[in-house]
């Protein structure tokens, strides 16, 4: 079946670029994002995951560790990375699952279970369902998935701007309206009631009854030792 926001991101054994991992045990605390290809050497992934070696310190600084995956073996994935970093100036440097066996792609509902044969004789097509990106929070439930067509690379610039919203929100009782950036006004979240509102936000700005605005909570300084 299918998975969905709030379900628990399924938990996999796989070799990686990086060696055999438990995906929960690797997750550890942390938010992770798990980005799919459906096959290596292909164009728009490559432009793909460069750019995601190079924005790696925009996820680190947010506590979030990144893992991609393709459908191929990791020996692959190894002469694929030199190209990536021939033409887009960044290796790959977080590990990429390999799943030539198509395990994880199956288990994360990305190809269906009947999927089988030798994933070299399969093109980028075949696979193509395979352009998914999975936000999972720390305590392994998903929080966001997008699915991506073979020619659109993705925008992971917004990935970033979500994972600043999902961290938000789930340290305070706030939503985040369109195209919020980090900074800007939220909105007090519906669960809360005005009595509620006024001892966490104080006063707030209200064109209507269900829109509450409020400037964006500030992190607590930590106490001094």
């Given amino acids: 079946m299918a998975l969905a926001i709030g379900d628990t991101a399924p938990d996999f054994e796989a070799e990686t670029t990086e060696g055999r991992i438990r995906f929960h045990d690797w997750m550890g605390d ?13 164009p728009v992934c490559t432009t793909e995951l460069g750019y995601m070696a190079k924005i790696k310190p925009d996820f680190e600084r947010r506590g979030v560790k990144i893992i991609g995956l393709s459908v191929d073996s990791t ?15 960044h290796a790959p440097n977080y590990p990429i699952i390999g799943d030539g066996d198509y395990h994880v792609s199956k288990l994360y509902g990305m190809l269906p279970a009947a999927t089988s044969g030798d994933a070299k004789s399969r093109t980028p097509a075949d696979n193509q369902t395979v352009r998914n990106v999975f936000v999972i929070g720390p305590d392994k439930k998903i929080k966001l998935i997008l ?52 001892e966490l936000f104080g006063e707030w700005q209200s064109p209507k009854p269900y829109i509450r605005i409020v400037p964006q909570p500030k992190e607590r300084e930590p106490s001094p030792t």
């Fill in 30 to 42: 942390s938010w992770t994002v798990l980005f799919s290809h459906p096959k290596d050497f292909t």
């Fill in 75 to 89: 020996g692959d994935h190894e002469g694929w990375a030199r190209d990536i970093e021939e033409t887009q100036g």
């Fill in 147 to 198: 699915v991506y067509p073979m020619t659109t690379g993705r925008n992971f610039d917004e990935v970033l701007r979500v994972i600043d919203s999902l961290q938000l929100t789930a340290k305070h009782k706030v939503a985040t309206p369109v195209n919020w950036e980090q900074g800007e006004d939220v909105i007090i979240a519906g669960s809360v009631s005005n009595d509620e509102a006024k």
